[in-house]
């Protein structure tokens, strides 16, 4: 079965700091891994896109590492700010070619706060 | 990158009632689906909505207390049926859209937060 386990839960930083949030998943084969930030009472908003021969991604203050062998992948924050406060979530896509499934797995989500 | 519209954003809505969601894509995409997200948890798939025909559902979920619709490419509607308050939930519309490096994007709509009393 297709799972993607994000850690930690939850995690609390100040302002300003760094943090580095987990994702490993089981998915095969695999297409690609997303992360995505969600503000409370929004929809997800994409921050980096990976496929299996890309191992790092940056978007702004946002950096993805991904090991396909290991099959982890890593979102890390760097100086923080408190509109970083929000949900991160990690997905992961099978690759369909061939007829199998396109649903993408969903992690249960890191939830962030920063504190001023 | 494809924007997604969802009417209404929210809604609080009496038992037993009917409440139908409206999602609007701003380009064509390859899937559409429908998600729940209950409080504090991730994203749960209802079902995949088909163009044209009957929508495929996950585990869990029905045609009959979900009707969806999709009647071309860019909207889709989600309707939740009889509702009960285990029905409170944001409701997410998802686009899946082919990108130039082969790969595939998903778009979320902002979500559309109901309350049933």
């Known amino acids: 079965k297709n799972q993607v386990e994000q850690s930690p839960q939850s995690l609390i930083i100040l302002e300003g700091k760094n943090c580095t949030l987990q994702c490993n998943y089981t998915v095969s084969p695999f297409s690609n891994l997303r992360w995505y930030k969600q503000d409370t009472g929004r929809g997800p908003v994409s921050l980096t896109i990976?496929?299996?021969?890309?191992n790092t991604k940056s978007n702004g203050r946002y950096t993805a590492t991904l090991d396909a062998d290991t099959k982890q992948s890593s979102l890390h924050i760097t100086a923080s700010q408190l509109s970083d406060s929000a949900s991160y979530i990690c997905?992961?896509?099978?690759?369909?070619?061939?007829?199998?499934?396109?649903?993408?797995?969903f992690g249960r989500g890191t939830s962030l706060i920063v504190h001023p | 990158s494809a924007v997604i519209s969802q009417k209404p954003s929210r809604d609080i809505c009496q038992r037993g009632t009917s409440l139908t969601i409206q999602c609007q894509v701003d380009s064509q995409v390859t899937m559409m689906f429908w998600y729940r997200q209950q409080p504090g948890q991730s994203l749960t798939l209802i079902a995949t909505?088909?163009?044209?025909?009957?929508?495929?559902?996950e585990s869990g979920f029905v045609i009959d207390k979900f009707p969806i619709s999709r009647p071309n490419l860019t909207f889709s509607t989600l309707t939740v049926s009889n509702m009960s308050p285990e029905d409170s939930s944001i409701y997410l519309c998802?686009?899946?859209?082919?990108?130039?490096?082969?790969?595939?994007?998903?778009?979320f709509g902002p979500g559309t937060r109901l309350t049933v009393l």
């Open positions: 997905v992961v896509s099978p690759d369909h070619l061939g007829g199998g499934s396109y649903i993408p797995t």
């Open positions: 909505a088909n163009q044209g025909s009957e929508a495929t559902y």
């Open positions: 990976m496929t299996f021969s890309e």
């Open positions: 998802s686009g899946l859209q082919r990108m130039v490096s082969s790969y595939n994007e998903q778009f």
